[in-house]
């Protein structure tokens, strides 16, 4: 396993489509895979893309006792784009603010996916000094294969030092 790293990232955007709703919702209502189509299907009438990947943008409430499996939050699918000069009908445009992120690269089923989340949350920023600033990303390329075992994720978790 190699270790996660911290990095800037430059502000940048996205064109896509967004939801809310929790863990479970997300699951049972195949709400990731639904929007993915859906974006993939517009995917000629995004201009600008920067690339074929794709990212989810993960936004948290400002809740304490926050908890994914019940508490909705909002999720964004898009394209990175370079000049957002026209949005779909129907599609949102987001910007993403330059930052610190911790980084790593999730291997395995995405099935395998909360293991990675809850080392990254519930051990690595606690020991390195790092609070999670509401929000994280997940980018999807040629590797993102989520139901096989050689999938990768590239995961990006806002934070700030504390």
């Known amino acids: 396993m190699t270790e996660p790293n911290v990095m800037r ?25 639904k929007t993915l189509a859906r974006l993939q299907e517009y995917a000629d009438r995004i201009v600008n893309k920067s690339g074929s990947h794709v990212y989810l943008i993960q936004r948290y409430p400002a809740k304490e006792d926050f908890n994914a499996l019940e508490d909705k939050f909002t999720q964004i699918i898009g394209y990175e784009v370079s000049n957002a000069s026209e949005v779909p009908k129907g599609a949102i445009l987001h910007t993403i603010p330059e930052n610190s992120y911790v980084t790593y690269t999730h291997q395995g089923p995405e099935a395998e996916l909360y293991k990675t989340y809850d080392y990254l949350y519930g051990k690595w920023l606690g020991e390195n000094g790092y609070a999670p600033l509401k929000y994280d990303m997940e980018r999807w390329d040629e590797r993102y294969k989520p139901y096989e075992s050689d999938n990768e994720i590239d995961i990006f978790i806002a934070v700030q030092k504390k």
Request: aromatic share 12%; glycine share 12%.
């Open 9 to 33: 990232k430059d502000a940048f955007q996205v064109i896509g489509f967004q939801f809310e709703a929790n863990l479970r919702e997300i699951e049972e209502g195949e709400l990731g895979k």
